[in-house]
């Protein structure tokens, strides 16, 4: 079954806009990473939390992580045509060998109007 | 960040045969994971591949469905077994980057099984 789940499933906002999506997850985590993915290509890596870091910027791009509330939020500032995709979060629970396994939430699909 | 390399891209195939999809690194990694999408659905990991031992299976998947082979620290394979059109997925596999743990995918395999 899957970690996360996202909210909303789809959005659809006018280019300049902010786009906000969000993640909730029910186990302790490692980290998380938000990923973009479009028409069922390959996954962009877009950004990584840690559990102990509470906000994260990238360009247009910032993360929060609330692990009292286990959620964490993807906010995309003036938004562009080309943001249109699905976007999914990911939680990583560290495995014993090495690294972290990733669960994802069901995603976010969104549509950017020009 | 690594790049990754799937080979095929994508291919169809008929039920009853296999399919061995290759993942090939362009850096020394310790661990590998190979994920399934489904259409229209998120992400699910299938298994994770250590070089030298046998890979670690989630559970719904089993060895004898989706036999993986890691001979080395760049490189791995994925079979999809005696196909049904249920198996009809894009398959991905991903590295992590061990100073980061941020996690790389690449491209995909789209599968589609007749």
């Known amino acids: 079954s899957q970690q996360g789940e996202e909210d909303p499933q789809a959005l659809s906002i006018q280019e300049g806009e902010n786009a906000t999506m969000n993640c909730s997850y029910k186990t302790s985590i490692n980290n998380l990473q938000w990923y973009r993915q479009n028409s069922g290509r390959g996954l962009v890596h877009l950004i990584l939390?840690?559990?102990?870091?509470r906000e994260k910027h990238s360009g247009r791009l910032r993360v929060t992580l609330d692990t009292s509330k286990k959620s964490s939020s993807l906010l995309i500032t003036a938004s562009r045509a080309a943001d249109t995709a699905s976007y999914f979060c990911?939680?990583?629970?560290?495995?014993?060998?090495?690294?972290?396994?990733?669960?994802f939430g069901g995603g976010t699909r969104v549509l950017v109007k020009p | 960040s690594a790049v990754i390399s799937q080979k095929p891209s994508r291919d169809i195939c008929q039920r009853g045969t296999s399919l061995t999809i290759q993942c090939q690194v362009d850096s020394q990694v310790t661990m590998m994971f190979w994920y399934r999408q489904q259409p229209g659905q998120s992400l699910t990991l299938i298994a994770t591949?250590?070089?030298?031992?046998?890979?670690?299976?989630e559970s719904g998947f089993v060895i004898d469905k989706f036999p993986i082979s890691r001979p080395n620290l760049t490189f791995s394979t994925l079979t999809v077994s005696n196909m049904s059109p249920e198996d009809s997925s894009i398959y991905l596999c991903?590295?992590?980057?061990?100073?980061?743990?941020?996690?790389?995918f690449g491209p995909g395999t789209r599968l589609t099984v007749l």
């Open positions: 939390i840690r559990s102990n870091e």
């Open positions: 991903s590295v992590e980057e061990s100073a980061y743990n941020e996690q790389f």
């Open positions: 990911a939680t990583g629970e560290k495995i014993k060998a090495a690294g972290n396994k990733l669960t």
């Open positions: 591949a250590n070089q030298g031992s046998e890979a670690t299976y």
